[in-house]
């Protein structure tokens, strides 16, 4: 599943859709034997396209998580915790920080107003379900960590993230919040997401909503 001995300038994929299939494969190899219901929740934004792929290959919902990372107002690229848009939040060694709290609502109120963008999702609850958390990449596992958290309190059957690349020195910790991780590939030598694949432009919230559309509408 892991290929961890990538050089940093490797390419992986493509694009998003190019690693959407190629996971999709892979989760589905994963679930044929498995008799239970699925659902797919994706991050937006870059997670949506990848979680559409999945959902048509497993013929199951897809749905949306939102969760932002924390950050300080002079360094936003480093992550110092996370939150979702309901407020569960992953505390880090800077949680005791002067202004965490400040940080903590802005992530939140971001996560919040990006969930109101998705009016039409179908909500469905991960209850006796299993539930695959999906993005495009993961990079601190911050965000998809925290969005675990939040759907344990829906008491799955299981929490399954998937994500096409992951740093190899997060996997273990991965564990921490899914019981099983679905990964491409897990290099030793990760500088970020984009690194892998040809063509990452950033998704436009329009993209990401009508992709979500594209699946209830089939």
Not at 31 to 48: D, N
Not at 84 to 90: F, M, Q, R, Y
Not at 124 to 144: E, F, R
Request: net charge negative; aromatic share 6%; glycine share 4%.
């Amino acid at each position: 599943m892991f290929s961890p001995q990538l050089s940093p300038d490797a390419i992986l994929f493509d694009d998003r859709a190019d690693a959407a299939r190629q996971l999709a494969q892979l989760v589905l190899k994963e679930a044929q034997s498995l008799e239970a219901s699925f659902i797919v929740y994706a991050l937006p934004r870059g997670g949506v396209e990848i979680g559409v792929e999945i959902a048509q290959a497993l013929h199951c919902p897809l749905d949306i998580l939102v969760a932002k990372k924390i950050t300080r107002p002079h360094d936003p690229e480093l992550a110092i915790g996370a939150v979702t848009a309901d407020g569960h939040i992953l505390r880090s060694i800077h949680s005791q920080s002067p202004g965490w709290q400040e940080a903590v609502d802005r992530a939140q109120n971001k996560a919040k107003q990006q969930l109101e963008q998705f009016h039409a999702r179908p909500n469905v609850p991960a209850t006796g379900k299993i539930a695959l958390l999906v993005d495009d990449g993961i990079a601190t596992g911050m965000t998809i960590s925290v969005a675990a958290q939040a759907l344990r309190e829906q008491q799955p059957q299981e929490i399954w993230i998937c994500a096409p690349v992951a740093p190899a020195s997060l996997i273990k910790r991965l564990y921490d919040y899914g019981d099983r991780i679905l990964v491409l590939a897990a290099p030793d030598h990760f500088l970020s997401v984009s690194r892998f694949y040809r063509s990452f432009p950033q998704v436009e919230i329009e993209t990401a909503i009508a992709d979500l559309k594209k699946t209830l509408q089939s």
